[in-house]
């Protein structure tokens, strides 16, 4: 399965929720380009350079995941990164469409690597495994 080289950045501060977030980055096939636990560190990769989608958590020190989104938006050439946004609260993530205008999807927690995995692959475009 090609996946044509995409690339993620993973963000959550909660090193065990981050570790979930790799395992199903990497079922779904992509290169995990970072994981950090800050907002800043976060944006920090994707301004490298070459990512293809954030996940975000939308709690995080320093920088959140909405500001984090900001920042990426805000910045011209990095127009083509796509951002999934993870909390464990619905409200947050529906309320004021404060991530529907940032991102380009969310994922509520708990959820499974499975889960996940689908929706990264869904978001960039990849086929299933085979």
């Known amino acids: 399965m090609s996946t044509g080289g995409k690339r993620v950045v993973i963000a959550d501060d909660d090193a065990d929720i981050r570790a979930l977030m790799v395992i199903a980055a990497e079922r779904a096939g992509v290169d995990v380009a970072a994981a950090v636990d800050n907002g800043r560190?976060?944006?920090?990769?994707?301004?490298?350079?070459?990512?293809?989608?954030?996940?975000?958590?939308?709690?995080?020190?320093?920088?959140?995941?909405?500001?984090?989104?900001?920042?990426?938006?805000?910045?011209?050439?990095?127009?083509?990164t796509l951002i999934l946004m993870v909390s464990a609260s619905v409200q947050l993530?529906?309320?004021?469409?404060?991530?529907?205008?940032r991102s380009d999807g969310f994922i509520i927690k708990p959820f499974s690597p499975k889960a996940l995995s689908l929706r990264i692959r869904e978001m960039l475009e990849i086929g299933a495994p085979a």
């Open 93 to 101: 993530l529906t309320d004021h469409g404060v991530v529907a205008e």
């Open 41 to 80: 560190s976060a944006l920090d990769a994707v301004r490298a350079g070459g990512i293809d989608l954030a996940v975000l958590d939308f709690s995080m020190p320093g920088l959140n995941g909405v500001e984090v989104a900001q920042s990426i938006r805000a910045d011209p050439t990095l127009s083509s």
